[in-house]
């Protein structure tokens, strides 16, 4: 009987994903993205190098249209959504967030729409109720989508929150939750319409969606793997979607890329750096700019159960590095080592 037992548990463990041997692409960006892709467990990943007018591409296991969650490079389009809006007169950066949403008396109804974007509110990065904290402690050990909340409960975490440390650049999820939420109150319209109208269809980003929850999404949905290797469950993030719920694939991702370069995207004027972020690195509206060796990187990364991104530009130089792979583990390091190479 013990043998069996060790004989089922060691079936039962998940199978940890190495890089696939499907390649196609550039060769010479094939191998030099493929040992800092396979040094970690994942599967499929993409590569795209913008360098000018020349576009080079690594997918290993995927191909352009290879669909992937972005997770929180959501919000830099969160915030050139906010920068757009402040360009039509909808809202101003200084528009506090109980002039749209009823927050009553709450710390967080005079937070301004730019410390939300910029991640200075004062809101705590989850919600910091016992029900809301077991509910992510058991949704992280399962790996299933913590993001559970719909738009009243939302507002409702953001009424109950305290805003400690305003004025301090500290990453909040569920800021720029709320802020996606409040700036499609403003332009009278949800969010997933706001996005889809506002940046997607001007951009030409036909492939990219936000499910918002489980029912948007197609049977055959994308799947990543925790950092274990085991099967992640899909992210839509319901209420908080404007923080992390797009799915998007490599090659829409080269479309903003270029429309963020040549400053066509809506909002662009968000990625412009204002304050200071600690480190030596400053904050835009949602966009993060680090200087590596007198290159100014602007960026914004993400990571949901199953998936990594990091979305990197060198606005002066004209150059971009998008990397995408379905695993949990960070791929930030690889997208500033590749951009940086001929910078």
Known sequence: MAVLVLLLGFAARPQVPSLSDREAGDPGLLDRARPLLAADARERASVVVIDGDRTRVAHFGADGGTVYEIGSVTKGMTALLLADAVERGEVAEDTELGAILDLGDAPAASVTLAELASHRS???????????????????YRGSDPYRADRAALVAQVAAAGTEGRGEVAYSNMGAAVLGQAVAEAAGTDYRTLLRERLLEPVGMD?????????????????????????????????????????????????????????????????????????????????????????????????????????????????????????SLPVDDIGITLLLEDA
């Open 207 to 327: 492939a990219t969606t936000l499910p918002v929850t489980p029912d948007g999404l197609p049977e055959d949905a994308s799947v990543g793997h925790g950092a274990r290797g085991r099967t992640a469950d899909p992210w839509t993030s319901h209420a908080y979607a404007p923080m992390g719920g797009v799915r998007s694939t490599p090659g829409d991702m080269e479309l903003l890329a270029r429309a963020l370069l040549e400053g066509a995207a809506p909002g662009a004027d968000a990625m412009e750096p204002r304050w200071d972020a600690g480190d030596g690195g400053e904050v835009g509206l949602g966009w993060w700019i680090d200087d590596h060796d007198g290159t100014a990187v602007t960026w914004h990364n993400g990571g949901t159960g199953g998936f990594s991104s990091m979305f990197a530009l060198d606005r002066e130089g004209g150059r971009a590095v998008v990397v995408l792979a379905d695993s």
């Open 122 to 140: 004062g809101l705590p990065r989850l919600p910091t109720g016992l029900a809301e904290s077991v509910g992510t402690a058991v949704a992280a």
